[in-house]
């Protein structure tokens, strides 16, 4: 089981491609999360964030190299770090730089995904940026009335999805629908089941 870490998501794939910088041993292995006890309360946190991973003591084995990773089971390119640079610096100060690296290459894989998700045409794509430019500047002068757009446009997305869910519950298997959107399976039938207003459990 993961420990505590900093993860990333994006709006629309959530946690289906959850991201996080991920740890490698010298040997390659990746380390089990640390574990932390609280002697004064009796309880114990296990923690995998890359920062721990410094071979002080009461902290983790020294990470070798640190890679982004993702739910999905994705893994970026591995970053090796220069202990004889960091010397006594914390780590999540001295590799701070190369856990940002991590993110950039996460974001790529991201960027993939959108790409192999069933691309939305031009046109639709177009006037969505126009009324999220337009909420926007609305917001800086009117906020009521920005939220009250957001409202109809929430609306609007309950009502034109309803049938486009359906239609495709019935078109796709759960397989083809998850590529399709670049979620997983699970997350995939739930979004459509929630616009659909269907019950999962059927």
Request: charged share 20%; hydrophobic share 40%; proline share 4%.
């Amino acid at each position: 089981m993961d420990g505590e870490r900093e993860t990333w998501t994006t709006g629309e794939f959530g946690r289906s491609h959850a991201g996080a910088v991920g740890v490698l041993l010298a040997d390659g292995t990746v380390p089990a999360p640390v574990i932390f006890d609280a002697s004064s309360s009796g309880n114990s946190s296990r923690v995998s964030d890359w920062s721990v991973y410094d071979g002080r003591r009461f902290h983790g084995p020294r990470a070798a190299a640190l890679r982004g990773v993702c739910s999905c089971g994705w893994s970026g390119p591995e970053r090796p770090l220069d202990w004889a640079a960091i010397g006594d610096q914390d780590l999540w100060l001295a590799a701070d730089q190369t856990a940002d690296d991590c993110y950039q290459d996460w974001d790529a894989h991201t960027a993939d995904v959108a790409l192999t998700a069933i691309p939305v045409p031009e046109a639709v794509t177009h006037l969505l940026e126009q009324v999220e430019q337009a909420i926007e500047e609305l917001a800086k002068t009117s906020p009521l009335a920005a939220v009250r757009a957001t409202r109809r446009l929430e609306v609007l997305a309950t009502e034109t999805g309803y049938w486009a869910a359906r239609n495709a519950l019935q078109d796709a298997t759960p397989q083809q629908a998850a590529a399709a959107l670049g979620l997983d399976v699970e997350a995939a039938r739930g979004h459509l089941a929630r616009l659909g207003r269907l019950s999962l459990y059927r």
